[in-house]
């Protein structure tokens, strides 16, 4: 199987930045993506294309990708950015078509 | 504004098969480039994919899920379905429809999704 691989959780205090990764071994060849869940909700989209942001996203998101490593950056967190990220993307074999990783809890403190 | 409905029942008892219907509202299902999918989300752990269909009726599954489910498309209902067989304990889940914004082989980031549906397996 293929797996993303995120940290459990992020904790930051307000105003500062959040740094979330996701690792995988085709990240260098698959885009990602990346989704907020907050509680009883469904996710929303806020990176595509690895650093891509849609319309309605706050600026302070972004994303980057290193190697094996792409990186959703949260500058100037806010106490509403607090929720779950996952990242998502595909293995480069074509069997994995759409994967998430296990997600980040960001914690604001 | 595209939305999508989850309908089903929510409780399905061990060795059953799960039903899930999407319905589609303020777009077409048939509309080229999109794909629709399911994923789904046990309580307290994070998400997994399903599977995807795109109008014509082809289909992408989870190699891991492949052998017990099947999804289907109704484009004259505007709706796509989902079967998942021999149901367990493990397969207790908020369950999503959703849409992919391009082919999913690209891949392709899923940007509409509906509210979710849980479904609990137990006797």
């Known amino acids: 199987s293929y797996e993303l691989t995120q940290p459990p959780s992020v904790s930051v205090s307000p105003g500062q930045t959040a740094r979330i990764t996701c690792s995988g071994d085709a990240l260098p060849k698959q885009y990602a993506y990346w989704y907020q869940q907050k509680p009883g909700q469904a996710p929303v989209l806020v990176i595509y294309k690895d650093s891509e942001r849609p319309s309605g996203i706050p600026e302070r998101f972004s994303g980057s990708s290193s190697g094996t490593t792409v990186t959703l950056t949260i500058s100037g967190v806010q106490a509403e950015d607090e929720a779950d990220y996952y990242c998502q993307s595909a293995d480069s074999s074509g069997t994995y078509r759409v994967v998430f990783g296990g997600g980040t809890k960001l914690t604001v403190l | 504004q595209l939305q999508l409905q989850e309908s089903g029942p929510g409780l399905v008892k061990p060795s059953e098969t799960l039903s899930l219907t999407c319905t589609v509202s303020g777009g077409s299902i048939s509309s080229s480039s999109y794909y629709w999918g399911w994923i789904r989300q046990p309580p307290g752990k994070g998400l997994e994919w399903i599977g995807s269909i795109y109008y014509s009726g082809s289909t992408y599954y989870n190699p891991s899920l492949k052998s017990r489910v099947t999804i289907s498309v109704d484009t004259s209902k505007n709706q796509f379905s989902l079967k998942l067989s021999s149901v367990t304990a493990a397969d207790t889940a908020v369950y999503y429809c959703?849409?992919?914004?391009?082919?999913?082989?690209?891949?392709?980031?899923?940007?509409?999704w509906g509210q979710g549906t849980l479904v609990t397996v137990s006797s």
């Open positions: 959703a849409r992919h914004s391009g082919p999913v082989a690209a891949p392709s980031p899923i940007d509409y």
